[in-house]
Nanobody, 126 residues
Framework: QVQLVESGGGLVQAGDSLRLSCAAS????????MGWFRQAPGKGRDIVAG????????TYASSVKGRFTITRDNAKNTVTLLMNSLKPEDTAIYYC???????????????????WGQGTQVTVSS
């Protein structure tokens, strides 16, 4: 089991930056891939970024590539999403997600993630 708690969301203006953090408790954090997803009002939940267990492999949605960066600190059981050059279309609830232990590679599919945080709201005004 793992519990995930996101923080760092808020209201910002277009062009600003935000750093989201996800603190994980439980076992085997360093042995599972992690991901960030987002869900805008009236839309489905989509991948934002994913990172492998060791941190060497990352994947990004095309809409955020070059603007967002996902990293992890296995010593502190945290995953961070640095979001630069934010746009109004980035407005959404952002969720941290974890795969099962030994599932070490990130996936773009939400169905491949077993554990989810409660989400943090990001609102970007124009």
């Amino acid at each position: 089991q793992v519990q995930l708690v996101e923080s760092g969301g808020g209201l910002v203006q277009a062009g600003d930056s935000l750093r989201l953090s996800c603190a994980a408790s439980g076992s085997a954090f360093s042995n599972r891939a992690m991901g960030w997803f987002r869900q805008a009002p009236g839309k489905g939940r989509d991948i934002v970024a994913g990172i492998s267990a060791a941190g060497g492999t990352t994947t990004y949605a095309s809409s955020v590539k070059g603007r967002f960066t996902i990293t992890r600190d296995n010593a502190k059981n945290t995953v961070t999403l640095l979001m630069n050059s934010l746009k109004p279309e980035d407005t959404a609830i952002y969720y941290c997600a974890a795969r099962r232990p030994s599932e070490r590679q990130p996936s773009i599919s939400q169905s491949d993630y077993t554990y989810w945080g409660q989400g943090t709201q990001v609102t970007v005004s124009s």
